[in-house]
C-alpha cells in the first residue's frame, strides 16, 4: 500500500473552475483568500442563470456547519456545493455534506492554505486544532500527550488521527 | 456452474408476457442474491439474461416474467423458447448474477420502469418495502400490458405511478427528476429510448452518473469497430482483432479461452484485465469509476481506443 492509496485529501489549490453541470448551488468560503474565489464562482453561477446560496465567514464553525445541514436537508438531486478555504474548514464542511447524502462527484474543493489540522487523539477522543503538519507533533488539548499527526484522515470526522508520538520510549 | 431447474408454473400475467416459476428438483433452497439480480437461461440456441422478481433473501423458488418478442428476422428468439416451457420441464440456468442493486447508502429509491423493464424494479420494491427504505416507482407501458400493476399499487400505494400515456410520463418524469431529496438514487430499466432519454434527462437536471444505475435488457445496437491488436501480457502472443469481430472471438478463434455467459456485455463474467492501453468500453457492467480507471475490460463487447491492447492474458 503506497502512497497512492492515502485517505488524506488531494484537493486543488488552483481555482478548479465551476461545475456547470448542476441545477442549484450552494458556495461556501471561508478566510479572506477564500472571499474573492467564491465570489468568483457565485457572479460565473448567477450569469449562468443558476440559483446560488452564498455563505462566507472566517472558519468551518458549529453554526456555518449547521447552516450547510439545513442547506444540504432542503436540497434536491441536481444540487452542487462549491468549497473554498483552508483546508481542516473545508474538510469539516465536505464531512457534513457527505452525511447528508451529497457525493463527492457533486462537491467542488478548492484548498487555500494546509497550514491548520484537526487532530482526533486515538487515546481521549478530544479533537485539536493545531498548526501541524503531517509527520508533526503536537499537544492534546484533552489529554496533554504529544501527538504524532499520522497521515490518515477520517471523511467522516473531519480529523487527522494523532497517536501519542513517544509511546514505545521507557519513561 | 450451472443450476438446472424444474419449471413449477407458467401463466400469462398480461398481454404477451407469462411469468414462469422454476425451484429445484427437490423443492430445497436456492442461492440467495440481492435485488435487481438475474439469470442467464439456456433458452434453445440463445441464452439469454432475466431479471429475478424476487427480493432474493432466502428464495425458494427463481421467478422471471418474459415478454414474447419475435426476432426481426421472424427466427425464434429466446422469448419464444421461455414461453414454450411446461410445468415438470427442465431449464439450465446460471446463478444469479448482480448487476443492479440497489445503493444502500441512498437516502431514496427512485424506480422508473418501462414496461417489462418492470421485473428487476419489481424486486428493488419488494426489497423496500421489507426494509422500509424511502421508495418512488415510475412504471410507464403498453394498455393491457400492465404486468404486475395490482401487486405493485398494493406494496407501495400512492408512491406508484402508472401511466400507459407517453405525454403524461414526460411530464411525471420531469417532476420527478427535479423534486428528489438529496440522497436518492436513480433505478432504470425499459427499452433503450426509454432509458437513453431518462438519462438524458437526468444529467440535464443535474443528476451526476454516479446517482443513474440501469439495466439494459435488450443489448445496444453496436457499430462493428476499428481494428486493432490484442498484445497478450502472458504469452506474449499478438492476436489481430478485425472490424465486425468481438475480442473475445478472436481470442477464442486463437485458441485463448477466456469464461464467457452472455457475450452481450451484461453478465460480468469475460472480465480480462489491461496491462497497457486504452479501452473503447461498450458493456453494461463496468461502473462508471471502472471505466475511468481503464484496468479491465468485458473483452464480448468492448474494444480498443489504441491500437494495441495488452491484457494480461
Keep these: ?171 | 456452474m450451472t443450476l438446472k431447474l424444474v419449471v413449477r408454473r407458467s401463466t400469462e400475467i398480461a398481454e404477451g408476457i407469462r411469468e414462469i416459476v422454476m425451484t429445484r428438483p427437490d423443492d430445497g433452497p436456492l442461492p440467495a442474491h440481492p435485488p435487481g439480480s438475474h439469470v442467464v437461461v439456456d433458452c434453445g440456441p440463445q441464452r439469454n439474461a432475466y431479471s429475478l422478481t424476487n427480493c432474493g433473501i432466502d428464495p425458494g423458488a427463481y421467478t422471471v416474467a418474459v415478454l414474447r418478442r419475435p426476432t426481426a428476422d421472424g427466427g425464434s428468439g429466446g422469448s419464444e423458447q421461455m414461453h414454450r416451457f411446461q410445468p415438470g420441464d427442465r431449464v439450465a440456468l446460471s446463478p444469479p448474477r448482480s448487476a443492479f442493486p440497489p445503493v444502500s447508502t441512498a437516502r431514496r429509491h427512485l424506480l422508473i420502469a418501462g414496461g417489462i423493464g418492470i421485473t428487476p424494479l419489481l424486486s428493488h420494491a419488494r426489497n423496500a418495502v421489507r426494509w422500509g427504505a424511502d421508495v418512488r416507482l415510475l412504471y410507464v407501458h403498453r394498455p393491457g400490458a400492465g404486468a404486475y400493476a395490482d401487486e405493485l399499487s398494493e406494496l407501495l400505494g400512492e408512491r406508484a405511478q402508472r401511466v400507459t400515456e407517453k405525454s403524461e410520463f414526460s411530464v411525471l418524469l420531469r417532476q420527478a427528476l427535479v423534486s428528489q431529496p438529496m440522497g436518492t438514487h436513480l433505478y432504470v430499466c425499459g427499452p433503450a429510448a426509454l432509458m437513453d432519454r431518462v438519462l438524458q434527462e437526468a444529467a440535464a437536471a443535474g443528476w451526476p452518473p454516479q446517482r443513474l444505475h440501469l439495466e439494459r435488457f435488450t443489448p445496444a445496437e453496436l457499430d462493428p469497430g476499428q481494428p486493432f491488436t490484442a498484445s497478450l501480457g502472458r504469452s506474449r502472443r499478438q492476436v489481430s482483432v478485425p472490424a465486425g469481430t468481438s475480442l473475445l472471438e478472436a481470442l477464442e478463434n486463437a485458441g485463448v479461452e477466456v469464461p464467457n455467459m452472455c457475450r452481450q456485455g451484461v453478465c460480468g463474467e469475460c472480465r480480462v484485465p489491461v496491462l497497457a492501453g486504452r479501452p473503447l468500453h461498450r458493456d453494461e457492467f463496468l461502473s462508471e469509476d471502472e471505466r475511468v480507471a481503464g484496468d479491465s475490460v468485458m473483452c464480448c463487447v468492448s474494444r480498443s481506443e489504441t491500437e494495441t491492447l495488452e491484457v494480461d492474458l
Excluded: K
Design chain 1, 1 to 171: 500500500m503506497g502512497l497512492q492509496h492515502t485517505s488524506v485529501p488531494r484537493w486543488p489549490t488552483a481555482d478548479p473552475g465551476v461545475d456547470r453541470t448542476g441545477r442549484a448551488y450552494a458556495v461556501m468560503s471561508f478566510g479572506p483568500d477564500a472571499a474573492p474565489l467564491a465570489a468568483g464562482w457565485g457572479r460565473e453561477l448567477h450569469a449562468l442563470g443558476r440559483t446560488v446560496w452564498s455563505w462566507h465567514g472566517e472558519a468551518a464553525t458549529d453554526e456555518a456547519v449547521a447552516e450547510l445541514r439545513r442547506q444540504v436537508e432542503y436540497a434536491t438531486v441536481g444540487w452542487r456545493l462549491m468549497l473554498a478555504g483552508p483546508q481542516c474548514d473545508v474538510l469539516r464542511a465536505h464531512a457534513e455534506a457527505l452525511r447528508g447524502g451529497v457525493l463527492e462527484a457533486e462537491i467542488t474543493v478548492l484548498v487555500t492554505d494546509a497550514v491548520r489540522t484537526r487532530v482526533w487523539c486515538a487515546h481521549c477522543g478530544a479533537t485539536t486544532l493545531a498548526d501541524a503538519a503531517l509527520g508533526e507533533v503536537t499537544g492534546c488539548s484533552g489529554c496533554g500527550r504529544s501527538l504524532y499527526v499520522y497521515h490518515h484522515v477520517s471523511r467522516r470526522t473531519a480529523t487527522h488521527l494523532g497517536f501519542m508520538a513517544d509511546a514505545e520510549e521507557l519513561q
